[in-house]
């Protein structure tokens, strides 16, 4: 049986992507079947895989929207899927902004994306899905489709500070949409622990979260590395194996398996 995460975040520069990529990485070289699924119009996942001119493709994940909200049928997965070392990808592309204007007057507006997924959803292990830094219909459809939400943070006060709109917003999804909805938990990214910043934000979340949303024990520290493997659309696993980031994602992937399903944070509202 699949569990389909979401990466979301309402605040850009969080890691989003980079903590998508290379979770997707580190579970594939555990042996699950992992897909990814981009579904930010940047299409900056896609572009993580070396996946180029995505808006040359023939099927993006787009063309599969507008097929479920037009009531056509999807196409056969080998022509939507593709596959990077061994990880399977719907890639996104820019046309992937016209979709919320479609989605307005689509019926079952909120559960497109859900159609998609459970046509394919028991060939894989995990299904990641790197949304878009927004709130709107697009980020909808992902958290009504998604069995939980991993939301990274920097330790920034703004990056904080944004939390609080999108607890709201998943709480808002999970008593009106998608009742199963819960917290795989919050993730700090780019942290440096040299500065008393990065150390007081940390705390902060802990202490306004941590009651009742799991706030990672690792973190993932700022590394430039990070950037250069996805700048040659690579994975910093892959990249530079020894590197303090790439060991800091296998030691958050070992704990994000090691989080039992009776232990996981049960969407309650607290705030």
Same mark, same amino acid.
């Given at each position: 049986?699949?569990?389909?995460?979401?990466?979301?975040?309402?605040?850009?520069?969080?890691?989003?992507?980079?903590?998508?990529?290379?979770?997707?990485?580190?579970?594939?070289?555990?042996? /699950?079947?992992?897909?990814?699924?981009?579904?930010?119009?940047?299409?900056?996942?896609?572009?993580?895989?070396?996946?180029?001119?995505?808006?040359?493709?023939?099927?993006?994940?787009?063309?599969?929207?507008?097929?479920?909200?037009?009531?056509?049928?999807?196409?056969?997965?080998?022509?939507?899927?593709?596959?990077?070392?061994?990880?399977?990808?719907?890639?996104?592309?820019?046309?992937?902004?016209? $979709?919320?204007?479609?989605?307005? =007057?689509?019926? =079952?507006?909120? /559960?497109?994306?859900?159609?998609?997924?459970?046509?394919? *959803?028991?060939?894989?292990?995990? $299904?990641? $899905?790197?949304?878009?830094?927004?709130?709107?219909?697009?980020?909808?459809?992902?958290?009504?489709?998604?069995? =939980?939400?991993?939301?990274?943070?920097?330790?920034?006060?703004?990056?904080?500070?944004?939390?609080?709109?999108?607890?709201?917003?998943?709480?808002?999804?999970? *008593?009106?949409?998608?009742?199963?909805?819960?917290?795989?938990?919050?993730?700090?990214?780019?942290?440096?622990?040299?500065?008393?910043?990065?150390?007081?934000?940390?705390?902060?979340?802990?202490?306004?979260?941590?009651?009742?949303?799991?706030?990672?024990?690792?973190?993932?520290?700022?590394?430039?590395?990070?950037?250069?493997?996805?700048?040659?659309?690579?994975? $910093?696993?892959?990249?530079?194996?020894?590197? *303090?980031?790439?060991?800091?994602?296998?030691?958050?992937?070992?704990?994000?398996?090691?989080?039992?399903?009776?232990?996981? =944070?049960?969407?309650?509202?607290?705030?």
């Amino acid at each position: 049986m699949s569990r389909i995460i979401a990466i979301a975040s309402q605040k850009g520069g969080t890691s989003k992507t980079t903590t998508c990529r290379n979770l997707a990485t580190v579970l594939k070289e555990k042996g /699950y079947k992992v897909l990814v699924i981009d579904s930010d119009n940047q299409a900056n996942l896609t572009d993580c895989f070396g996946i180029e001119k995505p808006e040359q493709l023939e099927v993006t994940l787009y063309d599969l929207m507008e097929k479920v909200i037009m009531e056509e049928d999807l196409p056969k997965k080998e022509e939507y899927i593709i596959t990077k070392e061994e990880i399977d990808i719907i890639p996104a592309s820019i046309k992937l902004s016209d $979709i919320e204007i479609k989605l307005v =007057s689509a019926m =079952s507006r909120e /559960y497109i994306l859900r159609t998609i997924i459970d046509e394919i *959803k028991d060939d894989y292990d995990y $299904i990641l $899905i790197d949304s878009m830094p927004s709130l709107g219909l697009m980020t909808l459809n992902v958290l009504s489709a998604c069995d =939980s939400v991993l939301i990274p943070a920097t330790a920034e006060y703004l990056s904080a500070k944004g939390l609080e709109l999108l607890l709201k917003t998943i709480f808002k999804i999970k *008593k009106r949409i998608n009742k199963n909805i819960e917290f795989e938990g919050i993730l700090l990214t780019m942290f440096e622990s040299r500065t008393n910043l990065s150390k007081d934000i940390l705390n902060m979340i802990k202490n306004s979260y941590g009651d009742y949303i799991r706030v990672f024990e690792t973190v993932i520290p700022r590394s430039v590395k990070v950037g250069e493997a996805n700048a040659k659309s690579k994975s $910093i696993i892959e990249y530079m194996p020894n590197n *303090k980031a790439a060991i800091a994602y296998n030691n958050f992937t070992d704990e994000l398996l090691n989080y039992s399903d009776e232990d996981s =944070s049960q969407i309650k509202e607290v705030i």
